[in-house]
């Protein structure tokens, strides 16, 4: 099975790679391979050209290397990695590493081999998307320095790291595959399958606990008054007892990227690769006990294999009228796909960023000002949401006509005016972010006294009063322009659940990027330019009042230039190919 496996992961690549090539004569993907070469160019290979030619034989600084720096960070590191390990559990992946995809199951299913065979198969054909993640992350992170820390030369240095980084990678994703596993049979109506899936959850437990529990209550009673405290009361208490016996498979796990020669080096790689080999083994002994366990028939899990959890949706009283604007619609279709499916994992992509945006920018905020107030924190963690939603939330909210793509040739034959389809379409995702942003901003004004004292509250109000007038003006010029760029690039926007990956993928989505950008300005610039005139007229007369005037003012253009534009855009839409809309792999 080893050798058909390899063959069929050969065969694969090399197919992979003279079907990318190919493409490359369409100018879509040639345009955007040029790009991407030449962003890593410009961006990667001349920074670290010129970062040799400025420190030419420039060795590691002594204290970066030193022996107490290494045994922090290979704590801390430690720490963190414990702490990954029990989020899993609670936000587990969906398991694709053992997702057997419509050839795999016709094919090798029938073939006589086990099911841990299967397993092995696919944890080999998993292993060029890793080899390719380390080296991009060796090459990218790993400074030159450190190959002076290693006895070596630059290229080995990286290529040692890109094995480091490759082990790390395998364990994880392992790892989460096999929480997963686990998840499923936590309820299961077999003793000895709730066993064995409760065993590392019960371990994670006990290591969170006796990590967690001496470090909340140190840090609560002597509260560190600086992150290099933190980090070395951390490091204290984690060095000894029940705490280093908890965390050493984990710090076994990163201590390689903490290693300051090439024998040491070594030691701890072995040390990895046996923490890798223990998830892997833990692995495969679980689901092989699993499957013959008995509490589900083995077609029912073959099935599910190759066919993803479809969400669960939910009862919204919602009705659409019979008669209406075509818009309505859309805003009604949009809006039961979100409220129907969306639960707790398909929000969380959404909400981790803003979270840590808003947690790093309100302890900024709060060590400037030297307040310690949950007010000040409250206060600036609501505006930076507030932003986060405005600018970056329509990059990442696809339920308009970026998210319909796929299903294009179906829309194209509903007897509907094209400029109201795409007026449709972004109606619902500009209602929901702009209803985000004016509870952040809302949340925000409440506490904005502690937090800017220097104001008064005047320009407070009327900020905050300018904030919400331009917010849905802001959003809805974003969504404009991202649709804009699905009706008159479709082959650059990607549909459905994957992502196209590659140099060319990567050279469309910069240029994509710089088009939408210089299109937003475009768009918003004329009307910031005549409130920004009403503002200069009359601030001296009215005060900062004049500020929400102004602002609609601004509000009211850019709805006019919407309009104009989504009417433009129906021709375009009425155009586009089907065949020019990318199609999932």
């Known amino acids: 099975m080893l050798s058909a496996s390899l063959y069929i992961i ?53 204290e970066l290397f030193a022996g107490s720096f290494q045994g922090i960070a290979t704590i801390v590191a430690g720490v963190v990695m414990l ?20 050839a795999e199951t016709n094919l090798l299913f029938p073939a006589p081999v086990t099911r841990r065979q299967l397993l092995i198969h696919r944890l080999m054909r998993s292993q060029l998307g890793f080899l390719f993640a380390s080296c991009a992350a060796a090459f990218v992170i790993t400074a030159p320095r450190l190959s002076g820390a290693l006895g070596l030369g630059s290229v080995a240095a990286r290529l040692l790291r890109a094995i480091a980084f490759w082990v790390l990678f395998v364990t994880l994703r392992v790892y989460s595959s096999g929480v997963t596993l686990a998840r499923a049979r936590l309820t299961s109506s077999d003793p000895r399958m709730r066993r064995i899936a409760w065993t590392p959850l019960v371990a994670i437990a006990a290591a969170v606990t006796a990590v967690g529990v001496p470090l ?7 509260p560190p008054r600086s992150l290099r405290q933190t980090v070395a009361r951390i490091s204290e208490l984690t060095a000894t007892g029940a705490p280093r016996i908890m965390l050493a498979p984990f710090v076994s796990l990163v201590r390689p990227f903490f290693t300051d020669g090439l024998g040491s080096y070594l030691i701890a790689l072995v040390g990895a690769l046996a923490v890798t080999a223990v998830t892997i083994g833990w692995v495969l002994w679980s689901d092989e006990a699993f499957q013959n366990g008995g509490d589900e028939p083995a077609q029912s899990r073959e099935g599910r294999s190759s066919v993803p959890n479809a969400p669960r949706a939910r009862v919204i009283p919602w009705r659409l009228r019979l008669t209406g604007r075509v818009e309505t619609l859309f805003l009604w279709k949009n809006g039961m796909q979100t409220l129907r499916t969306t639960d707790l994992m398909t929000v969380l992509p959404y909400a981790f960023p803003a979270v840590v945006l808003a947690v790093v920018g309100a302890t900024a905020r709060m060590s400037a000002l030297g307040a310690r107030g949950p007010a000040v924190g409250f206060a600036v963690a609501s505006l930076l949401v507030a932003a986060f939603c405005a600018l970056i939330g329509p990059q990442m909210m696809r339920s308009d006509l970026r998210g319909d793509l796929i299903h294009l040739d179906l829309l194209k034959t509903w007897p509907v005016k094209a400029s109201a389809v795409i007026r449709g379409q972004i109606l619902w995702p500009i209602a929901l972010l702009t209803l985000f942003t004016w509870g952040a901003l809302a949340c925000g004004t409440v506490f904005s006294a502690p937090a800017f004292p220097r104001w008064t509250l005047a320009w407070r109000l009327s900020l905050s009063a300018l904030a919400f007038v331009l917010a849905p003006a802001l959003i809805a010029a974003k969504f404009t322009v991202h649709n804009a760029a699905a009706v008159l690039f479709p082959a650059w926007v990607p549909t459905g659940r994957q992502r196209p990956r590659g140099l060319d993928a990567m050279g469309q989505r910069l240029i994509l990027f710089a088009g939408v950008m210089l299109s937003l300005i475009v768009l918003v610039g004329p009307g910031a330019i005549a409130g920004g005139i009403v503002t200069f007229a009359f601030l001296r007369l009215i005060g900062p009042v004049i500020l929400v005037p102004a602002g609609l003012v601004c509000l009211a253009i850019v709805a006019v230039e919407l309009a104009l534009v989504t009417e433009m855009l129906g021709g375009a839409y009425e155009r586009i190919d089907l065949s020019q809309v990318e199609r999932s792999e």
Do not use: D, H
């Open 10 to 62: 050969l065969c694969s690549a090399k197919n992979r790679v003279r079907a990318r090539l190919r493409r490359l004569r369409e100018p879509r993907y040639l345009v955007g391979a040029i790009a991407g070469v030449a962003y890593l160019y410009f961006a990667v290979f001349m920074r670290i050209g010129a970062r040799r030619a400025t420190r030419p034989g420039a060795g590691p600084p002594p």
């Open 83 to 102: 702490v990954l390990a029990a989020l899993t559990w609670v936000f587990p992946s969906n398991g694709a590493m053992f997702e057997f995809s419509a």
């Open 216 to 222: 909340v209550r140190s840090l609560s009673s002597q």
